[in-house]
C-alpha cells in the first residue's frame, strides 16, 4: 500500500477551508512565529482592529508565504532541533 502524500492532503485542506486566508491574531508565541514581519497578517492586542486590517492583504502573498510551510519542511525543523539524550543530561546537570 502506497503511503498518503500528507504535503497533498494538508494542501486540499488549505484549498477548502477558504483559499489564502490571511492571519489576525493575538501577538503571541505560534502567530509571532509564523506570521512575524512577513506582512501576510496583523498580530494585534486588539483583535477586532486586527482582523480588519487583516482583510486588505494580498491573498496572494499569503498563499506564497503558506507554501513555505510544509509536512517534509516541520520534519527537517523538528530533526534540527533534536539533540543526543545524553547533550540533554550534561546540560541539565
Known amino acids: 500500500m502506497d503511503e498518503p502524500d500528507l504535503g497533498a492532503r494538508h494542501a486540499?485542506?488549505?484549498r477548502q477551508a477558504g483559499?489564502?486566508?490571511?492571519?489576525a491574531a493575538y501577538p503571541v508565541a505560534g502567530p509571532l512565529d509564523v506570521i512575524g514581519t512577513s506582512g501576510v497578517g496583523v498580530l494585534d492586542e486588539d483583535l477586532g482592529l486586527a482582523a480588519k486590517r487583516a482583510l486588505s492583504i494580498s491573498k496572494d502573498?499569503?498563499?506564497?508565504?503558506a507554501e513555505t510551510y510544509s509536512w517534509p519542511?516541520?520534519?527537517r525543523l523538528f530533526a534540527e532541533y533534536l539533540a543526543p539524550f545524553e547533550a540533554c543530561?550534561?546540560?541539565a546537570a
Open 73 to 75: 519542511e516541520c520534519a
Open 61 to 65: 502573498a499569503c498563499r506564497r508565504h
Open 89 to 91: 543530561l550534561r546540560t
Open 19 to 23: 483559499d489564502d486566508v490571511t492571519v
Open 12 to 14: 486540499d485542506v488549505g
